[in-house]
């Protein structure tokens, strides 16, 4: 009999069971506009409450079974273009295809030609053929050879979801045409990205729809890459982290009616709540923050009627020794109007400025995918200084002159240049916790997506060790990073007459200026990296945030994890 590995995956808030592998996606539920400042609660602006909307849930299963012979749906085949190279009597030359077509008496490679399928990357087809232990055959295609990094695999993935879903399958499976040559460590991490894929792909946001479709898809079985307690625990690791990426989602989708600086230090009391053998929570004030001498954060803050919310999770192993300390900052504007400067014009996305607080989602949701993996030998800080930069009487003006927490003070000559402002305090306060290493993460420029476009994250920073482990964790991940330089003669646009420096310089290098102001608030012994994500922190396309940061962040806590243990 076959050998069979398999994982259970869920989509609830059920506690783990040691004889059910689970992962949990909290649905943010606000019944009430509730603020910690102690304001009386009122109806949220709108009246609009996310649906509690039941969760779907997905069975992985790792087996070493003839695919001829599997019972299902959908039989889907991942395939590159040399996967397709046939002989001189038209037959497929690949032993996993070759055997498909024959059973099928010829039809796939028929019915693949008429198709035009050729195995470009993106590529897929779906044959309704009888002959099979499956309903359905599909092709996907990965490109011109074995792909090398993860994102193809992670499409596959999302390729099989999609095609579950149009077809309305159950169950379905995934074979690689050619996994003949992957090393032990390849098999894993392709199972990983493709269970991943498939996660994610199944994820609709429909919280905020007043109606919405169960999907069917219940079990995904993944053939040829192996069995085992190490697949078993990739699988775990690959739902531990897609729930974390799935709460940064729905953190980012929540429009700022709902997710005010108030509910978003809710939402992460209530990770150290769900996971209080590991977690720790401390939210500040206003007033708390004025004692710390913020002034930097509450003058963006000041405008608004919902008040500033200063979040610190720390995370401590469950067990043993601590023998690393990091630090997460992610900027968490709920809203941005510009302020006084306020976002006009075309191509100002004033009405996607909720994606403002993608760096907080990053972060939070690199904490909950933490807290169900349980690294040890490390301890992580997240900080998050929330609030809305919005415009009154009492907000914060051009030409004011704040003062940030280490003393430096900054002349505002753009209040739209407000998350720098917020994350200049939450850097002081971070570094003072004894940390060793700090990676901020927000949407902060225009001019990084200008030089690197929707897809990749500019990172910046001057310790050349920092910057190999971040980018070898983005390797792993699949997310993509792009170091560009801390240019330190740009500094000179960012001077000021009146104060220590201005907020914000010219249109030239502004994403290079802005890092190099905040670089200003990081103590000189500290590893310290910038990561702006202003391109993909949101999805154009599928209008709907991307939950981009969590899976490197993840990858490079526990690559620190292991190598202090």
Not at 434 to 448: F, M, N, P, R, W
Not at 465 to 493: F, Q
Request: hydrophobic share 40%; charged share 20%.
């Amino acid at each position: 009999m076959a050998a069979i590995a398999t994982i259970i995956v869920s989509f609830t808030t059920s506690p783990l069971f040691p004889t059910t592998l689970r992962f949990t996606a909290f649905p943010l539920r606000y019944p009430t506009r509730k603020l910690m400042s102690h304001t009386p609660a009122r109806a949220t602006l709108g009246l609009t409450h996310p649906a509690n909307i039941e969760t779907p849930k997905i069975s992985f299963a790792a087996k070493d079974v003839d695919v001829t012979e599997w019972k299902g749906d959908i039989l889907a085949v991942g395939v590159t273009e040399k996967d397709l190279v046939r002989d001189g009597k038209s037959r497929f030359e690949n032993v996993i295809l070759n055997k498909i077509d024959s059973k099928l008496g010829g039809l796939l490679a028929e019915a693949s030609s008429e198709e035009d399928f050729s195995g470009k990357l993106g590529q897929s087809t779906l044959l309704r053929i009888a002959g099979l232990g499956s309903k359905r055959v599909g092709l996907i295609g990965l490109g011109q050879s074995p792909p090398s990094t993860p994102a193809p695999f992670k499409g596959l993935g999302e390729a099989v979801v999609a095609a579950a879903k149009s077809s309305q399958a159950s169950d379905v499976a995934i074979v690689l045409a050619s996994s003949e040559g992957l090393t032990e460590q390849s098999k894993l991490s392709t199972a990983y990205a493709i269970a991943s894929g498939a996660v994610l792909g199944l994820f609709e946001d429909n919280r905020y729809k007043s109606e919405s479709k169960k999907p069917t898809l219940r079990s995904v079985d993944i053939i040829g890459l192996g069995t085992g307690s190490e697949l078993e625990k990739k699988l775990k690791y690959a739902g531990d982290v897609s729930s974390g990426i799935i709460f940064g989602r729905e953190l980012v989708n929540s429009p700022a009616n709902v997710l005010t600086p108030g509910v978003l230090a809710e939402e992460a009391t209530k990770i150290a709540s769900t996971y209080s053998d590991v977690f720790t929570a401390k939210i500040l004030t206003a007033e708390q923050c004025e004692e710390l001498k913020m002034g930097s954060y509450l003058g963006v803050a000041a405008a608004s009627a919902n008040p500033p919310h200063f979040i610190h999770l720390c995370y401590k192993p469950p067990s043993g020794p601590v023998n690393v300390k990091l630090a997460l900052v992610g900027k968490g504007l709920t809203f941005d109007s510009g302020g006084y400067n306020i976002k006009t014009g075309p191509g100002c996305s004033i009405e996607l400025m909720k994606f403002d607080m993608g760096g907080s989602a990053a972060v939070l949701g690199t904490a909950k995918a933490l807290g169900q993996i349980k690294p040890l030998g490390v301890e992580v800080h997240f900080v998050v200084a929330a609030c809305e930069n919005m415009i009154s009487g009492t907000g914060m003006r051009p030409g004011d002159i704040v003062t940030a927490s280490n003393g430096k003070t900054i002349e505002v000559n753009n209040t739209d240049a407000e998350g720098r402002l917020t994350l200049a305090d939450a850097l002081v306060y971070t570094c003072n916790q004894g940390v060793e290493k700090v990676i901020d993460l927000a949407t902060l420029t225009g001019a990084c997506v200008v030089a690197l476009g929707p897809s990749i994250a500019g990172v910046f920073t001057p310790s050349d060790d920092l910057a190999k482990e971040v980018l070898e964790a983005s390797d792993a991940s699949g997310e993509k990073l792009w170091r560009l330089p801390l240019e330190e003669s740009y500094w000179e646009s960012m001077k000021s007459g009146v104060a220590d420096m201005v907020n914000t310089g010219g249109r030239q290098g502004g994403a290079i200026t802005a890092a190099l102001f905040l670089k200003q608030f990081v103590d000189e012994k500290v590893q310290w990296m910038h990561i702006d994500m202003a391109g993909p922190v949101w999805n154009d396309k599928k209008r709907s945030a991307t939950g981009f940061g969590i899976a490197t962040l993840v990858e490079w806590v526990l690559k620190n994890a292991s190598n202090a243990n």
